[in-house]
């Protein structure tokens, strides 16, 4: 079975599928796309894969560098519930392909947010 969800939230003050945005205080906004894929096999194990893109950046009007560079980033995960009727374990992988992704900051800070690279994670539960 697979499940896909897509949420593509618009630019502020469109009226439509608005998302809580930092823009009165940061004096930028920026376009947000994100697709979920889950693919699972039986009732004890799931592949999840989730596609970012962030775009359409733009700075505050005092700020006189080049808009910031959109970016897509690529998360995957796998899960295994109940093996041996006590443990589950789980891996995730973030960034998967290590984009260079930056987020816009304020004049005063030259080299905007870095974003998080590549990074795993695992994950492993017993229940009693």
Known sequence: MAIIMMTVPLMPGTGAAETPTFEDELDF???????????TK???SSLDTQFHWIGDRKRSEDDTRPD???YALVDIAVQRKNIAKHWDIALKACNLFDKDAKEPSS???P???PMEGRSFYGEIR???
């Open 126 to 128: 017993c229940h009693f």
């Open 107 to 109: 004049s005063s800070i």
């Open 111 to 113: 080299d905007d947010y």
């Open 42 to 44: 039986t009732k004890k």
């Open 29 to 39: 906004y920026a376009l947000e796309e994100r697709m979920m894929v889950t693919a």
């Open 68 to 70: 910031i560079d959109d």
